[in-house]
């Protein structure tokens, strides 16, 4: 494989990295809503991913923040706060 193949392939990859992270970010949110979850574990495991897709640069910086506002009014609306 040359380097050119090997570009292609690590970006394809990073493609498939991202659409796995955000699904999981969605499910997250939508998990939010459910009233058979915990929204304190929701949201640990939600802010957990968050910092690691960060890290590993599978989201952008505002992507991140994007999540972390939708999950954060969701978790306020959950606990009866409305933001």
Known sequence: MNTQQTQVA???????HHDVAVG???????????PECSALAVRASANTA???FRT???????E????????NRKYAIRQGRSE
Do not use: H, K, P
């Open 10 to 16: 690590v970006e394809d990859s990073n493609g498939r």
């Open 24 to 34: 999981m970010l969605e499910g997250y949110i939508e998990r939010m809503s459910d």
């Open 50 to 52: 968050l910092l690691i």
């Open 56 to 62: 590993l640069s599978i989201i952008s910086a505002s």
């Open 64 to 71: 991140d923040l994007t999540y972390t506002e939708r999950l």
